[in-house]
């Protein structure tokens, strides 16, 4: 069987429905999604300037896809990967990784959701090395949850889309300034999602101190019946908690991330999960003194 591969700026119509059929099947046979939310938006919304796709083809199959984003000059070009099920074990993966690493000049940080062991000896193959954990982290909304009130001189409220955004992009920008992703949000990452459907403002709580932005904590509900949700029963998630350099030590973070907790446990969801890096030990801390546990770990993969 011929194998061929086509690097491209945009997707068709056809293309994308062909790359989400593959993400799907490759979902159900390992239980964790190949491509980040960033990816899906990317696929869903035509994509961000300068990123770029592969498509791997066994025959008129398509076989395998891959997400190359090249826009942190400091950190190099980023990507992730995924091969269908029934074209696994037949050097597709390596393929498919080599094209992309022919691509970024052999600078590249991959990532693999789930840690699996397949990730692991392609990446050691190809002379990569673990460079970054994230873990996943879930929590019963049954078991109770402690009281936490607001710091003096703070005051809760939801977000308000078309007052909010250049305020929150600020804050968020200085909460994050160390994170390689995060921090680096625009006006187009914030408003992307706010168009889509799991987008509640309801969810979306800003802790204020003298008509100021202090911090927030953005919930998300997923699960259900939406496009990228496979049926499975919705769940909420702490999406991001984020505190302004000038209000840590406060108590904020953990008083905005119990009022997102107890706003997903009147939504009726009985499990919360959450994404934090393993280095990011301090989060960690406060997370498991709130009753989260490890659930699954992603992670990241450098050449170069």
Do not use: C
Not at 16 to 26: C, E, M, S, T, W
């Amino acid at each position: 069987m011929s194998v061929r591969v086509e690097t491209r700026d945009r997707l068709t119509d056809d293309e994308v429905a062909a790359v989400r059929a593959l993400v799907d099947a490759a979902t159900e046979a390992d239980s964790v999604r190949p491509l980040n939310e960033h990816v899906m938006l990317h696929l869903r919304y035509g994509g961000d300037p300068g990123a770029r796709v592969i498509l791997l083809y066994a025959g008129d199959e398509l076989a395998g896809f891959a997400h190359v984003d090249p826009t942190d000059e400091v950190e190099g070009p980023s990507g992730e990967l995924v091969v269908h099920p029934a074209h696994r074990r037949r050097g597709l993966g390596r393929r498919l990784a080599e094209a992309v690493l022919a691509g970024t000049g052999g600078r590249l940080r991959l990532w693999a959701h789930g840690d699996g062991e397949g990730a692991g000896r392609l990446a050691a193959a190809l002379g990569f090395t673990r460079a970054r954990s994230l873990w996943q982290m879930r929590r019963s909304l049954y078991a109770p949850l402690p009281a936490a009130p607001m710091p003096d001189g703070y005051r809760l409220r939801t977000f308000e889309p078309g007052a909010d955004e250049k305020a929150w992009l600020a804050v968020n920008a200085r909460a994050f300034a160390t994170h390689p992703e995060q921090g680096a949000w625009t006006m187009a990452d914030l408003e992307r999602r706010e168009r889509e459907p799991w987008f509640a403002p309801e969810g979306f709580f800003l802790a204020v101190r003298d008509g100021e932005l202090a911090g927030f904590h953005w919930t998300k509900v997923h699960g259900g019946d939406g496009p990228d949700d496979h049926g499975h029963e919705p769940i909420g998630e702490v999406y991001v908690v984020g505190v302004d350099p000038s209000a840590r030590g406060t108590g904020l973070g953990r008083a905005l991330t119990l009022a997102g907790l107890a706003h997903l446990r009147a939504r009726g969801l009985g499990q919360v999960m959450l994404y934090v890096d393993e280095e990011n030990t301090s989060a960690i801390r406060l997370y498991e003194s709130l009753g989260f546990t490890r659930w699954d770990v992603d992670v990241m993969y450098r050449h170069r």
